[in-house]
């Protein structure tokens, strides 16, 4: 599948809040464990989108998208927050990494997780964080690329339908 991937600034976010919105809608209801429940209204999942484009404009946050080429569908997302204490900046921590239910295992997230790293090289950071549901799809990606687990923590999060997950924590060192 031809992707486009794009860093966005807060414009462009800004313009394109309900793709982002439907997209966030879309993973809550297919059961990812990314901080909201499954009663997520469009309003609450448009106010999230909002605050994040704030957190973009101030450079405490960066936002990939991944967009079908030809149709221009938005297919996934990931961000990196920056905006870490004084005695951090060398260090990023990763966070919603988002795929479309429709896109899923066609290399959405590998491709937005290649475009963050790289970008976070290039800027000079040092060392990724980040964690995900202990046993799910994206668990193993982070692993395929080189992600080095610090360990698990039972009953960490709920998912949408409010059953526990156990989350897993990891990092990686860009040096």
């Not at 990196?80 to 479309?100: E, F």
Request: with cysteine; aromatic share 6%; net charge negative.
């Amino acid at each position: 599948m031809p992707l486009t991937l794009r860093l966005l600034g807060h414009a462009e976010l800004a313009v394109t809040l309900p793709d982002f919105s439907q997209l966030l809608t879309a993973c809550v209801e297919a059961g990812a464990s990314i901080g909201f429940m499954a009663d997520l209204s469009p309003l609450r999942a448009e106010a999230f989108w909002t605050d994040i484009a704030g957190q973009v404009e101030r450079g405490d946050r960066l936002l990939w998208s991944a967009r079908d080429t030809a149709s221009g569908t938005l297919l996934g997302t990931v961000q990196l927050i920056t905006g870490l204490p004084d005695n951090q900046p060398h260090r990023g921590d990763v966070a919603k990494l988002m795929v479309s239910p429709d896109a899923r295992r066609r290399g959405v997230a590998d491709a937005l997780m290649a475009a963050l790293e790289s970008h976070a090289r290039e800027t000079g950071l040092r060392t990724l964080v980040l964690d995900t549901v202990t046993g799910s799809p994206a668990e193993a990606l982070y692993r395929k690329r080189g992600w080095v687990e610090v360990g698990a923590v039972p009953d960490y999060a709920l998912f949408p339908d409010g059953s526990p997950c156990s989350t897993t924590f990891f990092y990686k060192s860009l040096i």
